[in-house]
């Protein structure tokens, strides 16, 4: 029953901002790792962000300076700003949390940017 839920994507021009949220439910434990990944058309799934449970951060070198992981534990939510959007950044974004060696994923949200 454990469900991950991404939210916040949509369609903005290069150079605006985004802030995505992924909220976990279900759950009766904490993620050791969390983090957000996307996939563009055509190509392979790659990390864009994760956050440890010490709050720990790595980024991608593309994203690095634009991009920013945080996480709520109270609130059961992780977030991922992001500011000076650029097309490339165009894909679908999933959450991601792990415990004890088995990964979990959201169903994904469309992130659009126009140049």
């Known amino acids: 029953q454990v469900q991950l839920m991404e939210s916040g994507g949509g369609l903005v021009q290069a150079g605006g901002s985004l802030r995505l949220c992924c909220t976990v439910?279900?759950?009766?434990?904490?993620?050791?790792?969390m983090g957000w990944y996307r996939q563009a058309p055509g190509k392979q799934r790659e990390l864009v962000a994760s956050?440890?449970?010490?709050?720990?951060?790595n980024y991608a070198d593309s994203v690095k300076g634009r991009f920013i992981i945080s996480k709520d534990s109270a609130k059961n939510t992780l977030y991922l700003q992001m500011d000076n959007l650029k097309p490339e950044d165009t894909a679908v974004y999933y959450c991601s949390g792990t415990r004890l060696l088995r990964t979990y994923w959201g169903q994904g949200t469309q992130v659009t940017v126009s140049s």
């Open positions: 956050i440890t449970t010490s709050d720990g951060t």
């Open positions: 439910s279900g759950s009766t434990w904490s993620f050791n790792n």
